[in-house]
């Protein structure tokens, strides 16, 4: 089954709906969100895209990401994909949106306006293989000198929204 993406505006209007994997091939602007989640010891949960993934795979990147779904609200999808991805659920809240466009593997092209999100939970993942590899707890402080030492080794968002996360 065919997975399908709300096409928007610069304003986050939606203007329609496309294939996902085609809105990566042609680079169109579709809605989309991060959820970072952290522990209470204030450590960020990092997980490790699975090898298999249709772009980026091997990366690591935020606790989750997805799309919301065509007439899915965008906390109910951003819920659905974190059970989805690692096999629980938290509060969220959301922090802040920006729009961003970059090339990656593959020939294809992000082109998201991404609402970012951000949750507690102290336990342990029970991880997709499909989705994830790979997950671990990073303090901020580790995770920047990682980012500046091996930028290679995470995904182009993940990088930007620390960017924008002061």
Known sequence: M???????????????????????????L????????????GEMMLQQRAKTKYHSGGLWTNTC????????????????RL??????????????????QVKLDKRLTENEFLHVFKGVFD????????????????????LRKDIELHPENYTQWFKLTLDKWK
Not at 90 to 98: P, Q
């Open 30 to 41: 579709h809605r989309a969100f991060s959820i970072i989640v952290f522990n209470s010891n």
């Open 123 to 142: 336990g342990v993942p029970k991880l997709n293989p499909e989705e994830a590899a790979d997950w671990k707890w990073i303090s901020m402080e580790d």
């Open 2 to 28: 065919s997975e399908h993406v709300i096409l928007v505006d610069e304003k986050d209007n939606q203007i329609g709906t496309a294939e996902k994997l085609d809105a990566h091939k042609k680079g169109v």
């Open 65 to 80: 990401c997805g799309h919301p779904r065509p007439n899915e609200d965008l906390l109910t999808a951003a819920h659905r």
């Open 83 to 100: 059970k989805e991805e690692n096999g629980f659920d938290c509060e969220l809240a959301k922090l802040f949106e920006y729009t961003y």
